[in-house]
Structures are given as C-alpha cells and as structure tokens.
C-alpha cells in the first residue's frame, strides 16, 4: 500500500473511488496567433458574456442550498465587469503590445498581486477571486465549457488546490473528502471543508499522476494520511475505522448541550473565544458559560480609518446582550505583534512582539484607548462585562490602565451618561514578569486569563510564527504548567477568578493538566467545546490533581506528552 | 463637473454588497465617476470594484464624489442617495 502524507485540515475517515479533478491550465500565447485585434475584442465580449452566463447559472444552483457561497459568484460577476480591468485589457490588445489572453493574464495578475502586497486577509481572498475569475476567462479564450467537476457517485475529490469557486459549487452530499496537493490550516479549501464537516487533507504534494481515475483510495485525515494500491481487506478496514469516526463525532457532538462536571461532581465553566461575532457563534450562548476572550482588533483591521464610539458600542452590545447574564471578557485592543492596523500607522518595529503593542499601545494613543473604554462602559448596561488588559508586565502597567478607566468613569459621570458599576477589570497573563508577581498582581485586579500562546512564547523565547522555531514553541513544557499553576495559585487564594484563554485550553489532554491545576474556566473556539466537555466529563477531579502534579515533576515537552497519552488516551488508541 | 460630499453610515462600509451595488450604480451613467475620501489626494474610478475595495472605505468615512459627462448630476446625486440610504443594512 502507498501512503502520502498531508495536513489534516477537516477531521475524518473515508474510503471511496478517487475523482482525479484537473482543470487543465491554459497555456497563453497561442490561441488568437494571426488575428486582428479587432476580432479579439469582439471575442473579448463574447468570452464575458459567457462567463456571466456561467457564474449566474452557478449562483442559481447554489442559492437554495448555500446561499452564503452564491455570494462569491456575484462577487465574481462584479470583477468580469470592473471597468478598470477592461479597459486596461482592451489598451494592451488594441495597441498590439499583448494578444487577448496574455493580456487579461497580465492585468488579472497586476491587480491579484496588487491586493496580496496589501497584507490584509480580506485583501488576500479578493486575490484569490480574480485568479479564480481570470482562469475562468482563459479557459473560455481556449473554447473551454465549464464541465464542472464532473462528478458521478459520491467520490473524494482529489485535486492540486480548489478555487473559491470550486468550493461554492461543491456538491456536499457527493464528496466523501477533499485531498489537494497544496494549501493548509487556514486554506480556503480547509475553512469550506471543515464547515460541511467533510475529511480534509491537505499540501500533500504532488500526487495527482500516481493515480487514476476511479481507483479506491482512503484519507485517513486524523493520521495526515492518503492510502493508495491497497487490498480489499485493507479497505474493509478502513471503512470500520471511517464508520467508528463518525460514531465518535456523534457521541462528542452531543457533549456541547451538557456541562462540564467532572465524574466526582466539579464543574468547570467552559467559555468562548471570540473576535468579528459570526451568528453561529452566537447561537452558541445557551451551551457555554460566557465569553472568555473576546477580541476586539477585528474592529481596527483593513480599513483606513479608526472605529468611532458609537461604532465599537453597536458592536459590543449586539455579543453582550446575546449572553445575557454570562460574563463577557471583553479584550481592549491587542494591535501591534503579528498584528498590525493601517488606522493606526504604526511603525515597523524589529521585534514586534516585543515591542510598542496592545496596551503599550494604547498608552501611547490614549485617544483610541479611551474611546474604546467608553465604548465598553456604555455597552456594559447591555450584560454582564469583564474588562481585560492585554500585555501586562508590571503593576506599572495595572494602575496607569485603571487611572485610565477611572477618569473614563468620572467623564461618563459627568455627562451622567449610564454604564454599569459592577464591571470587572482583569488582566491577561501572557508576559512572565507579571506571572511571577501574580500575587502582587490578584490584589490590584478582580480577576485574571491566562493567554497561553503569548505566555508559552515569551517564556521559551520562541516566536510562534517562526516555523524555523516552531519545534523549540513548546506549550506542553513541564515550566509553562509550573508557572500557570503559580499564576492559578495566586489568584485562587484571594478568591480572584481566573481562567485560561489559549490554544492550550482547546486541546483535550491539555484540559485535564490545567483543571488539576486548579483552574475552574477554561476558554476556546466554539469548535473544541464538545471535546473539551466530553474529557472533563470523563475524569475524577483527583486524577486530573494527579496528573497535573506528575506533569509538573516531569522534565522535557515530549514526557509530558508521552505520559499524558499514556493515561488519559481515548479508547485506549 | 459636478461634485458632492458625504458621509458613510452603513456598517460594513464600502465593501462586500455595498461596494457591489454602488459600481452597479455608477456603472448606468455615462459620466466618468471618480469617488474620494475628504481630504486625500487618491481616488478610484467609481464604476470599478477593485479600486473601490483598495480605498477600503469604512463607515464614519467622509467622501467624495465627482463626476464630468452629459449625466453628472444625476450620477452624483444618486451615488449619493445610495451612500444615505445606508445600503438597507
């Protein structure tokens, strides 16, 4: 049997015919030899107009079953019509300088490239759909029809990368898994298959001609594996393991309704983390207990002009009112690191993470930090708000940000403009200097999260965006345990709340360490709730006070690790 | 030419659906349609998306627009009145 190996990017187990998906790469330069640019233009609106024809027939197909994905295709629609682009395209043909289909390449590629340099994601995406267009428009200059993908019976469709538009017109009830040749976690192709909850693997490298159409293969996504050339009892193997997958997501799906209560009757509150506020998100309010993270950067990214009070309490409401009484902790903005926000025209740093960032930040514009802290207090009447400082070091720190929020408080005083007085203020841990001063630090504050990626990166001085480092990033280091149980401990003993907000709180193994640590709330992304449920749901409080005491005896990551799988895998895999 | 200036007040901006029916708007007038942010020097040809989303207009954004053409005045005006509108979001 062959293996491949990839990047699981949507969890699953599938077996089926492979639907080898090519669509062939037009090549320019060849197709209108010898013809006049006046035929050209003239086969320039035919081409248009069959691409329309294509895109709205498309967004037809898929206005009933994805509505959300037939939007793509009237994006498309407006990008066949940008004046712009025609008109520069029309320029290049009429001059003689390029024919037809070298020159919608050259434009659409101008102008894919001119929204890449931008750095802005949303921009990123906007790229992505004028190749998707631009490739649209060649196959169509090579006389080309749309035929689809092609697909028959359910099948897992393989590919070198699919296009937004791919995706959009993705027949969901056909596709067994998705395996490309490039892209990753955060690939269009990933976020689409994770959301129909369809295996995924992805930048497997070139695989497509070591196969053939029809050929059954299995991707194994939970092992990053493609599986080819194997007997049928190898298959049959697959399938009960595929069969068995699907059970488990079942079972864990139905933890999301239920609370996290250990076996011996601890509960841990189970939160969210959050930034733009999608309604899905949202509709999660009744099964979890808050918002342990809110992110409020989205606000201040890809656009040129910085949010106005008015604004950010519009949206601060909207997440309040829609948990209700359940605390909201609410992050003041955390720009600057990876980060960074055209509104603001910041400075390159050389070690942004180390640099003017988060409250920093703020400090330094005190227009923006108090207009964002009037925007809270003012949306406070709406729920049960929490204010969190991101970047704390100091106790400097602490009582220069609470001087803030007073005179903020004495100002909506005056103006007699109402908020709540019974708003927490909280700090982040995520800089060692203050988690070491913990105790100090759960005097000054009401409570406190610990932010696990930022506290895991500046104590293993590991930038966590550096692959080259990435092995050297070790959040399951027995010191990173050592310091958030110092940090718990601290807080604990006055009585200060205090949870944890990192990807370290998705991650089920993880769970058990921090919740013998003592910690009782524990935040993550609306996706890792279930699973996170069903461990707590699992474990006696003594065992996870068991664990977390052997982990921190422990003296590498990859010990932690072993020893964690070893006691508290899943059905003993 | 014929000009005006306003204010964005939809949500979302100029991007997305708003941007959309705003080029579709501009792209029924003859008149070239230039729009612009008070006070800046850049400005993208209205009827054209991608310099549209580049000026990445967000609410609370004072613009302007411009327009030279048989329809200017129509053009402006209601470029405008879908600006005030605030796109029905």
């Known amino acids: 049997m062959k293996r491949y190996r990839g990047i699981g990017a949507s969890q699953g187990i599938a077996v089926g015919p492979v639907h080898l998906y090519c669509p062939g790469k037009v090549e320019t330069g060849r197709i209108f030899v010898g013809q006049t640019a006046k035929g050209q233009l003239a086969r320039y609106e035919e081409i248009k107009a069959a691409a329309r024809e294509e895109l709205t027939r498309l967004q037809a197909q898929c206005a009933q079953s994805a509505p959300e994905q037939a939007n793509i295709f009237a994006a498309h629609c407006d990008l066949l019509a940008d004046v712009v682009m025609g008109q520069e395209i029309t320029q290049l043909v009429h001059s003689g300088q390029a024919m037809l289909d070298q020159a919608i390449e050259q434009i659409y590629n101008k102008y894919a490239a001119m929204m890449d340099s931008v750095g802005d994601p949303m921009f990123q995406e906007r790229a992505r ?15 080309q029809t749309d035929g689809g993908m092609g697909l028959e019976g359910p099948c897992i469709l393989a590919a070198r990368d699919l296009l937004p538009s791919d995706t959009a017109a993705l027949d969901r009830d056909k596709i067994l898994a998705i395996v490309t040749e490039v892209g990753g976690q955060t690939s269009h192709s990933a976020i689409i298959a994770r959301s129909y909850g369809i295996p995924a693997l992805l930048g497997v490298g070139p695989f497509l001609s070591e196969l053939h159409e029809g050929q059954t293969v299995a991707v194994d996504a939970c092992e990053g594996e493609l599986l080819a050339d194997g007997q049928e009892e190898q298959w049959a193997q697959y399938r009960q393991r595929a069969q068995a997958f699907a059970l488990r997501a079942e079972q864990t799906a139905a933890y999301l309704e239920r609370p996290a209560i250990t076996q011996d009757g601890v509960r841990v509150s189970v939160t969210l983390n959050i930034a733009d506020p999608r309604d899905e998100e949202l509709a999660l309010a009744p099964y979890v207990d808050g918002v342990g993270l809110f992110r409020t950067e989205f606000l201040f990214l890809g656009r040129a002009e910085l949010p106005d009070e008015e604004e950010q309490t519009g949206v601060y409401r909207k997440v309040l009112s829609a948990f209700g009484d359940k605390p909201v902790i609410l992050r003041t903005l955390d720009i600057g690191g990876d980060k960074q926000a055209d509104c603001l025209k910041l400075p390159k740093e050389d070690n942004p ?31 049960n708000l929490w204010l969190m400082l991101p970047m704390v070091g100091s106790m400097d720190d602490i009582r220069r940000a609470k001087t803030f929020l007073r005179q903020v408080q004495e100002e909506l005083d005056g103006e007699g403009t109402p908020y709540s007085h019974d708003v927490k203020l909280g700090i982040m841990v995520e800089i060692p200097s203050i988690a070491l001063l913990a105790e100090q630090a759960a005097e000054e504050v009401d409570f406190a999260s610990i932010g696990s990626n930022d506290l895991c990166q500046y104590l293993m001085a590991a930038d966590r965006l550096n692959g080259e480092v990435s092995a050297y990033y070790q959040s399951m280091n027995p010191a990173l345990f050592r310091l958030i149980g110092m ?21 089920p193994q993880a769970a058990v360490v921090l919740a013998g640590l003592g910690l009782r709330k524990l935040s993550m992304g609306g996706d890792a709730v279930p699973r996170i449920k069903e461990r707590l749901c699992g474990i006696r409080m003594d065992q996870a006070q068991a664990a977390a005491r052997q982990v921190c005896r422990l003296d590498t990551a990859s010990a932690v690790e072993a020893y964690l799988r070893h006691t508290f895998s899943p059905n003993g895999q | 030419m014929y000009q005006r200036e306003t204010t964005i007040r939809n949500e979302s901006g100029l991007h997305a659906r708003p941007a959309s029916e705003f080029v579709q708007c501009a792209g029924q007038f003859q008149s070239e349609i230039y729009i612009s942010q008070v006070g800046s020097q850049t400005q993208a040809n209205a009827k054209s ?4 989303l580049t000026l990445a207009l967000s609410k609370g954004t004072a613009v302007r627009i411009a327009a030279s053409g048989p329809d200017e005045r129509e053009a402006v005006d209601q470029l405008v009145a879908l600006i005030d509108s605030g796109f029905s979001e």
């Not at chain 1, 649209?136 to 006389?143: E, F, I, P, V």
């Not at chain 1, 330094?364 to 964002?372: A, S």
Request: net charge positive; hydrophobic share 45%; aromatic share 6%.
């Open chain 1, 353 to 383: 993470f180390l640099g003017k960032r988060a409250l920093r930040l703020c400090f330094d514009r005190p227009d923006v930090f108090r207009t964002q802290l009037r925007a809270a207090l003012r949306a406070s009447t709406a729920g």
């Open chain 1, 487 to 507: 940090v718990v401990d601290a807080f604990s003993r006055r009585g200060k709340p205090v949870s944890l907000c990192g990807e370290l709180g998705g991650d």
């Open chain 2, 49 to 52: 998306i991608i310099m549209l």
């Open chain 1, 129 to 143: 759909d004028i190749e998707d267009v631009r490739d649209r428009l060649l196959r169509l200059c090579a006389g």
